[in-house]
Structure formats: C-alpha cells, structure tokens
C-alpha cells in the first residue's frame, strides 16, 4: 500500500466533536456491546473477546447484543448502523485487516475490512488504548485493572503496510495467540480458524520436483523435462529444463488439477527446488546468459503457466521465489501480471539490515519495478544453531521499513524451532508488532518486551543485547552467517565475561520468581553452551593472557547440565534433534576415559588433558600396530607396536587447541623377546626444540606400565609426542611396546 495512504486515511476519517467515552465506571459496565446478526464470524468473535477482557480489566459484565441502545454502545463489525456513522469511510481501502477506531459522539466505533478488521482493531484497541499485553504464548498476558475505563478520542482509521504478515517460528504455533499479535500468515502452520478470521497463504516453495513435476512421475517417459547435464551430456532430474515447451505444459496440467482439487487457493508456488542446480541445454544457457541471471528461464515456465491459468483462475496469483541463483531480477522478462515474486534474501551478512546490503536492496528495487506483487522472504535465526547468539535483534526493523518503502506487499520471516531458540519470544513479539507497523520505534518495543516478559532481568539482559550486538559490529568485515559459523571469530573472553556477569546479575535481579528465574536461565542457555563448546580455547587464552575466565570450573559438569535438557526442546537446528547437539558438544569436550593418573587427582578437570591411544597414529604404516585390549591400561586399551623395526614409531600430532605450555607424561610399557631388557625411546619433536628419552623394560617389569615423564614444554601448533622401541645399545629384541597414554598438566 501507498505510505502515504494511512495518512491519508486518518485524515479523511478525522471528525470534530468526538470525546471522550466512559466504558465503566467502579465495576460496573456503562457501555454496551453490538455487533449485528448478520455480522460474519470473525465480527462476533471480535465482540465476545472485547467482552471478556473488559471484564477482566473492569470487573463488570458487559452485554452483547444486535441493535445498539441508549447510553454509550461499542459497535462492532461493518454493519449498516456503523457505516451510517462512518458515511465517509473509504471501506475498499481497508483491505482484509485494516482496522477503524474511532469515537463517535457518545458512541466508540470498532471495526475494519472484511474478515479480520474488526479482530484486530479490539486488540489494538486492547493493546494500545487499555494497556492489555501479550508478549508470548507462554506467558501470562498483562491485564491492567481498571474498574473505571474511560477511552479518550479515538480517530484511528489504518491499514498495515503488508498483507501477509507471518514471523515463522516455534513461538508463534498457537494460532488464537498470532490473532492477538495481528500475524495472518500461516504457510506450513496450523491454521487459524474461520472464527478468528482465517488465514492467509503464499502456496509453499520449491515446488518444482517435489510437488509438479515429480521425476518419479515422468523422468522416464520424458527425460527432455529435465536440466541436461553438459559434463555428463544427459539429462538428470535434479533440475528441470525451465525452456522446455513440454515440462511448461506439464506442469500447467499439474497445477490446473491442483487448482481444481483447492479451489480456495489464492497463491500458489512454482518455484526451484532448493538447490542452485541448472539445466544446461543451449536453450536455458542462451536464456541464462541474454537475462543475466536463472530467474530468466525460471520466468518463462512461470508465465506460461500463469498465462494459462488466468483463464481459469482470474484471482489466482502464481507465486514463484526469486531465491539463491533465481534472485536477481531478469534483464528483459517481465513476470505477467499475475506472478507474484517471493524474494529471498538469504545470502547475505545478516548483521545487516537490507538497504545496507548492495545487491539484495537493488534486487528488490528492480523486481518492484517489473510487479506490484513482492513477497520477502527473510531470515531471524542462525539456522545451523538456534540456541547460540546471533546479535541481528535490531535489523530486522529497518529491514521491514525498506520493504514497506518498496511497496512489498507480503513478509514471511523464518526464525527458530524448538524451546530454546535465542531469544525466540522477543523476536516474534519484535516481529509482529513491527511487521503491523514498521514505524515503531523497536528500542522501546525491544525495552517494553523484556521489561514486561523478563521482569526486573529486563534492564540486564538489554545489556547483553547490546553487549553481544556491539561484538560483531566491533570490526566491520565481520560474518554473521546463519547456516555456518559458531562465535570464536567475534565474541571473545571479555565478552563471555561481561556476558555472564549481566546474566549473574539478571538472575540475582528475579530471585525468587521461580517463572522469571527459568526464563531468564533459558535467555543465558546459548552463553552455557558457548563455554562448553569453546572450553578448551577460551581456557587457554585465559592462562596465556593472565585473565579472568568466568566460564564454568567443571566444564563436564557443565556439559551434563545441558546434556539434561532442562528446557526439554527438541531441536536445535534445522531439523536437527537436541541430542544431535549434545554429541557435538561432547566432541569438543571428550569424556575422561581412563582413570586418573596420580599426578592429576587434585588437579580440577580443565588443568589437565588425556589422551588415549586413539590419538595416536602409527608409522611407517598401520600393518605395524594396533589399538588392543589390555587391562593394565588405564581404559582397557592400548596401542601396540609389534616388532622392534627400526622405523617403527607411535606419533600423536598436537591438536590446535592444546597448544600452551604443559608438563607432558607418556604411559607405555614394553616386552623384550629374550631375557635381555627391551628399550623403549620417547620424545618430543616440538618445531623449536627436541627432546628425547630411553627407558628399558626386563621380562619382570614389562606387565606394568610406567609414567614417563617428559618435562615443561612448550607446544607449538604441529608439535610430535612420539614412542619407538629401541633395540640400540645393550638393549634386547623387542617383541612388542605398549602406548597406554599421553597426558598433558598445564604448566604456569
Ligand atoms: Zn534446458
């Protein structure tokens, strides 16, 4: 919609002489309600709803019925007594959701475009005339008490920018509350009821392949359907042939039959899988290169079939999206009338908000340009991760600002799944409130929502908002990506630091408030799993830097605190389940395995490193040693050397992470093959310097393991720890060596 048209509205609407209405008075109604009989569904919804939260605000029973009475009414609905007291109102321009509220002479009118209008304009009136609140569907919503209610003059008459308005996400799946927040979108969700004013739907995505034109259906009978491939000089299924004049045809059949099975659709998708996968017949190539980009050949598909489903369908939209290699608007095609483009605008940094990212603010410019009909399609999470920190609070407002300049008509975006999403309830509330009006100042809604949802936590988790939104913007070239990349590249130890400092602080702040404390311990989940997962580096940087270091003193205790799943979510990523994330945290933290060495009992955990045999590789090749049983190991394994060749050696390579300065130990034992003692030689070859050592084993001493020890040391990245058996001097032949472990006690 035109910016400029709410204006215009509210003026057009604008009357002289209304005042101020009293809806109660010490508990007692002094209005009542009407909403006419032949008002639709979602009208009468509108009524009881005002109904009940008036008496939960007032404490007084207000009366529904059809015709209005003496006193103050509340009309409800576009009914014939409404538009006789609105007879200027400009009704077409309200659209489905468009709302009016406004006082007229003794009476308060509440009303809007058909079906949903009227639902909204009783909670916008709830939410911004009454002070009611819904910040989340897990939350208890805030009521004001007011047994007197008197409503100042109302002159709202507004339209939402967008048509579509869905914040996709696991806090948004009840659909009574999205009624509430004024989000009509539903795509891939339950839907909302008739009652509460249906829904709206964009016809899903990547339909090609996995919806029409299936190539199990018809890959066989009509291989010419599908993308050619030039290496192989076939045609394969991952793709289909967009140019192709038979798979235009098929597909239209296709959607004709759906069309005629669904005859409620409004939008439907024919879009590209989800790959950038290519047909490279001459014709797509030729298309591809004269247009510049795939939407080129994409668009030629697309308007074929919308040309021919227009015929049938004139209210019908095919959608189709404008996403990785089909972004780009084309250099000559336009899409027909009837197409509506569905921009995605995923490949990008997303600490940016879209007018600051070149290509996708020029993309979506142009495709305006060619349609009025532009979806968006954007991102609020980090989809490899939900839980950890992903500092795009604030972006999405100016994003939605832009797409409202660019006269998009629908917005669509993904966030988190599961229970722990990062801050999942602010984004959806952020979102929605935003996405109904952009021009919302979203420092305060950011404020008044963790105020109101966090308790007095809010102040301090702002903090950290802000805290971890300035680390990513601390150097400008910084990535926030959302499929790939954990923290280590922009949030450091201070930042861990300050961060647990804040949540220390907003725990102590809800003390007592078991609600408000499991909240805020949810908000910090994503810090928890960051001191686990980057344990090892974030410890190390503190004793080479003489810091502070705040993370947790047992990190295994830490780790089996998460494993616990005390916020019982179910995923963590895209459709990755919660113990997927476990185990990956487990490998960045592997368990002790053996039992402690007595040099490390009173060490804590993180001062000392063990590793088993499996860290060990074998040279000259695996033919020469094996990982055995051995109960005299410290874990019931051990690595053995067969043989005494004089190349034979045992290597383990330092990870990355360890590099620093250790005391290193070696636990190994060997047998001799006569009765002369069998050697044993160990060393370091550390890049910088060398050390080496020999012990020898008699046939007595060679059941038991003995700890060497291999002094200071301090390890560069590509530091060798290795073990050989030595038949040099006045030792033996060996029959085999013993490598039990390598331990590794940090050294100051
Ligand atoms: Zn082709």
């Not at 050949?297 to 404008?322: F, G, W, Y």
């Not at 201070?494 to 078991?514: I, Q, S, Y």
């Not at 040279?619 to 019931?636: E, I, K, Q, Y």
């Not at 084993?697 to 290795?722: C, M, N, Q």
Request: aromatic letters at 10%; charged letters at 25%; glycine letters at 8%.
């Amino acid at each position: 919609m035109d910016p400029l048209m709410a204006t215009a509205l509210v003026l057009l609407a604008a009357a002289p002489a209304d005042k101020s209405v009293e809806l109660a008075r010490d508990g007692k109604a002094r209005a009542t309600l009407v909403v006419a009989e032949e008002a639709i569904a979602a009208e009468k919804t509108a009524a009881t709803e005002l109904a009940a939260y008036l008496k939960k605000v007032t404490g007084a029973e207000f009366t529904i019925q059809g015709r209005p009475g003496p006193g103050t009414n509340i009309l409800l609905g576009r009914s014939r007594e409404v538009e006789r007291r609105l007879p200027r109102l400009d009704w077409r321009a309200l659209g489905s959701d468009g709302i009016v509220i406004r006082t007229v002479g003794d009476d308060l009118v509440l009303s809007g475009g058909r079906p949903r209008g009227t639902l909204y304009a009783v909670y916008t009136f709830l939410q911004d005339v009454v002070g009611c609140r819904w910040y989340a569907s897990d939350a208890e919503e805030v009521i004001p008490n007011q047994p007197t209610l008197v409503v100042p003059r109302q002159e709202v008459v507004y339209r939402p920018p967008f048509d579509y308005r869905h914040h996709y996400t696991a806090a948004l799946t009840d659909p009574r509350f999205c009624v509430k927040l004024r989000q009509n979108g539903r795509e891939f969700m339950e839907a909302i009821p008739e009652a509460y004013g249906g829904d709206v739907r964009f016809g899903s995505a990547h339909t090609l392949l996995r919806q029409f034109l299936k190539a199990d259906d018809h890959f066989q009978a009509h291989p010419e359907w599908y993308a050619y491939d030039k290496e192989k000089k076939e045609r394969t299924p991952k793709a289909v042939c967009l140019t192709e004049p038979g798979a235009h045809a098929q597909v239209t059949q296709e959607v004709l039959a759906y069309l005629k099975r669904h005859p409620d659709t409004r939008i439907l998708s024919v879009s590209c899988d989800d790959t950038n996968a290519a047909c490279q017949c001459e014709r797509c190539v030729t298309v591809r290169q004269r247009e510049g980009s795939e939407s080129g050949p994409l668009l030629m598909l697309v308007n074929a079939v919308a040309e021919r489903v227009e015929k049938e369908h004139p209210d019908v939209l095919i959608s189709t999206l404008a996403y990785w290699h089909t972004d780009r608007p084309p250099a000559t095609l336009k899409p027909r009338r009837n197409v509506l483009i569905h921009l995605g605008v995923l490949d990008r940094n997303h600490k940016h908000a879209i007018p600051d990212v070149p290509h996708f603010s020029r993309y979506l410019k142009r495709w305006g340009e060619l349609t009025p009909h532009v979806y968006i399609w954007d991102y609020d999470a980090h989809f490899g991760n939900f839980i950890q920190p992903h500092p795009n609070h604030t972006v999405l407002a100016k994003s939605l600002r832009f797409y409202r300049d660019q006269k998009v008509s629908g917005v669509f975006v993904q966030g988190s799944w599961g229970e722990t999403g990062e801050f999942m309830h602010l984004r959806a509330w952020l979102s929605a409130q935003l996405m109904w009006n952009p021009d919302q100042d979203e420092r305060a809604l950011m404020t008044e929502f963790l105020n109101g949802y966090y308790g007095a936590a809010g102040p301090h988790l702002l903090a950290y908002l802000d805290l971890i939104s300035n680390a990513v913007n601390r150097q400008p070239t910084t990535w926030l990506g959302v499929y790939d990349g954990e923290t280590s590249h922009w949030l450091t130890l201070e930042d861990l630091n300050a961060a647990t400092r804040l949540f220390e602080k907003a725990e102590a702040a809800v003390a007592g408030n078991d609600t408000l404390t499991y909240r805020v311990r949810r908000a910090r989940f994503g810090i928890d799993t960051v001191w686990v997962q980057r344990y090892r580096e974030l410890r190390r940087t503190a004793r080479a830097e003489g810091r502070t270091f705040l993370g947790p003193e047992d990190p295994y205790a830490a780790l089996e605190r998460i494993a616990a799943n005390e916020f019982k979510t179910d995923t963590f990523r895209e459709w990755g389940p919660f113990s997927e994330y476990v185990a990956r945290l487990r490998t960045s933290l592997p368990p002790r395995e053996g039992s402690t060495p007595p040099e490390c009992d009173r060490l804590k955990p993180y001062e000392w490193e063990d590793l088993q045999e499996t860290a060990l590789v074998v040279s000259p090749n695996r033919d020469h040693g094996s990982v055995v049983d051995d109960p005299a190991a410290s874990n019931g394994k051990a690595l053995k050397l067969v043989g005494g060749g004089q190349e034979l050696e045992a290597r383990l390579e330092l990870p990355a992470h360890l590099e620093g300065r250790w005391r290193v130990y070696v636990v190994a034992r060997a047998q001799p093959k006569g009765e002369q003692p069998a050697g044993i030689a160990l060393g370091i070859y550390n890049p910088r310097e060398l050390c080496r050592l020999i012990g020898e084993f008699s046939p007595a001493e060679a059941g038991h393991y003995r700890t060497f020890d291999l002094g200071v040391r301090r390890l560069t990245p590509g530091a060798k720890i290795w073990v050989q058996p030595s038949g040099a001097g006045s030792f033996g032949e060996v029959e085999a060596t013993w490598i039990d472990r390598v331990f590794l006690i940090a050294a100051e």
